[in-house]
């Protein structure tokens, strides 16, 4: 019988996504008031041919796209889960890196202070929908190109969003980390390991990431008792940065930042499982 489905709790999914969003803001806006930010917004960062720039902007679309479109006519589409988006979201990748670029010729093509401002009212824009009565509804549905998915769920997705691309900040500028928000980083962990096991069904590996997440997959001989014979063990970060594809799997192993015992330990084909 598969795992029943994680739920996410609503009231912390909405904290989390405040909290995640009010420290990209601030870490843009500081930025931004560098003498030599032009410079920064400028630079490169391990998303393809993306600057920094676009990745603010990019960032910004993510933030005000439920806002934008929460009240758009719902016109029927499947469902689609979290474990679902995850798989799918990378056959809009397309789409996403037009939308990134056209915004950062438009509202953050200014100069660096322009940038601030338009990521602070992006910002503002989701943290305002938050607090109104329709991101507190369990059955309020909202529809993108992918399915149709409760908008409870669709804020999770803004977590994973603000989370994976605030690591992408971070990398592009130099920073030894960010400040995530500890609840963000547990739900982007728990529904990228789950996403792992709906990819790679089974129950020869138990893959640890603790505090949050343990599951079992991949096909083989499954464990009832005791150690389990195949076991891979990450901390979070690795764990997002493997399965979002910032990281390498063999580099991570080498560094110890991955411990992989047992013949089928080796995840490597399963991964990335965000597209």
Same mark, same amino acid.
């Given at each position: 019988m598969p795992p029943k489905p994680r739920t996410y709790q609503p009231q912390k999914v909405r904290a989390a996504l405040a909290a995640q969003t009010g420290a990209l803001r601030d870490a843009v806006r500081q930025l931004c008031e560098r003498p030599d930010a032009e410079q920064? *917004? @400028?630079? &490169?960062?391990?998303?393809?041919?993306?600057?920094?720039?676009?990745?603010?902007?990019?960032? @910004? +679309?993510? *933030? !005000?796209? +439920?806002?934008?479109? *929460?009240? !758009? &006519? *719902?016109? #029927?589409?499947? &469902?689609? !889960?979290? &474990?679902?988006? /995850? %798989? %799918? /979201?990378?056959? /809009? $990748?397309?789409?996403?890196?037009?939308? $990134?670029?056209?915004?950062? $010729?438009? !509202?953050? #093509?200014?100069? %660096? $202070?322009? +940038?601030?401002?338009a990521f602070a009212r992006a910002a503002a824009a989701l943290t305002g929908l938050l607090d109104r009565p329709e991101a507190a509804d369990p059955v309020r549905r909202f529809e993108i190109r992918l399915g149709s998915m409760t908008l409870a769920d669709m804020l999770v997705t803004r977590l994973v969003e603000t989370v994976v691309h605030a690591d992408d900040l971070a990398a592009a500028l130099g920073l030894d980390g960010f400040p995530h928000d500890r609840q963000a980083v547990a739900a982007v962990t728990r529904l990228l390991a789950d996403a792992f096991a709906d990819r790679a069904p089974g129950g020869a590996v138990e893959l640890r990431i603790p505090p949050y997440a343990v599951v079992q997959a991949v096909e083989g001989p499954r464990h009832t008792r005791g150690t389990p014979p195949n076991v891979v063990e990450t901390d979070p970060l690795t764990w997002i940065r493997l399965a979002a594809g910032r990281a390498d799997w063999a580099a991570a192993v080498d560094a110890a930042a991955v411990s992989a015992s047992g013949e089928r330990s080796d995840l490597r084909e399963y991964l990335p499982v965000l597209g």
């Open positions: 920064w *917004l @400028a630079r &490169p960062t391990r998303l393809g041919e993306w600057t920094v720039r676009e990745l603010i902007a990019h960032l @910004a +679309v993510q *933030l !005000d796209f +439920v806002p934008e479109h *929460l009240d !758009d &006519p *719902l016109e #029927g589409r499947a &469902p689609l !889960d979290l &474990p679902g988006w /995850v %798989a %799918a /979201v990378g056959t /809009v $990748a397309p789409l996403l890196d037009e939308q $990134a670029r056209a915004r950062a $010729a438009g !509202d953050f #093509g200014g100069d %660096a $202070a322009s +940038v601030a401002r």
